[in-house]
């Protein structure tokens, strides 16, 4: 993923553990859980993005996920910044916004939505790479028979973050982590 030169980053704990955050000059660029795949390299090292605690978007962030995640916040009211993947990605993330609080959908309906519905595999990778996890919900993508099926964040907080939206689950056992 390329991301903005001008990005900055800051992190939060969370009931559901660390998050680290990042925004460039067109919005939120990033939300990662620690230890999530797919984590970007900028994070951390010599070339990490500078840290920015002040930055308005990363404030709002922070301020609207707590909100999220306390059950007083349904939707996210945030500019993003989608422009680090493809553009095949990016109309993944963006379809991946029509999916309400507390609904779920399917890889391969959203690979029908896209109108591409022999892209099901391609759609779950874009999927897993999502940048900006809980704002851009992967978390409401299950397998075709409603099993929870990989999230790069990990099935426990997918679990959790389906549990507080009040979204219907099947009873089934959680799949193996695949995709996001």
Same mark, same amino acid.
């Given at each position: 993923?390329? +991301? ?25 660029? !990033?939300?990662? +859980?620690? @230890?999530?795949?797919?984590?970007? $390299? ?16 990363? /404030?709002? =962030? ?5 909100? &999220?995640?306390? !059950?007083?916040?349904?939707? +996210? ?5 989608? $422009?680090?993947?493809?553009? +095949? ?17 399917? &890889? $391969? ?14 759609? %779950? ?8 996890? /809980? ?7 299950? %397998? ?6 990989? &999230?790069? !964040?990990?099935?426990?907080?997918? %679990? ?5 939206? %009040? $979204? =219907? ?6 799949? @193996?982590?695949?995709?996001?």
């Amino acid at each position: 993923m390329q +991301f903005h030169p001008s990005t900055v980053q800051t992190s939060t704990a969370t009931r559901l553990g660390t998050v680290r955050l990042a925004a460039s000059p067109l919005g939120l660029a !990033g939300l990662w +859980f620690d @230890g999530q795949r797919h984590l970007p $390299a900028q994070l951390d090292g010599p070339h990490a993005w500078p840290h920015d605690p002040h930055h308005p978007v990363l /404030v709002a =962030a922070i301020e609207q996920l707590q909100q &999220y995640l306390r !059950g007083e916040r349904t939707r +996210f009211e945030l500019p993003l910044d989608l $422009a680090g993947g493809t553009p +095949f990605q990016q109309d993944v993330w963006r379809a991946l916004l029509s999916v309400g609080c507390g609904h779920t959908t399917s &890889y $391969a309906a959203l690979s029908q939505q896209l109108g591409r519905p022999t892209a099901v595999r391609a759609v %779950g990778a874009a999927v897993g790479r999502n940048p900006i996890s /809980v704002v851009v919900p992967c978390h409401r993508v299950l %397998g075709k028979d409603g099993s929870l099926t990989g &999230y790069a !964040g990990g099935l426990e907080r997918k %679990g959790a973050l389906l549990q507080l939206e %009040g $979204a =219907a689950l099947r009873p089934v056992q959680m799949q @193996g982590e695949v995709g996001a």
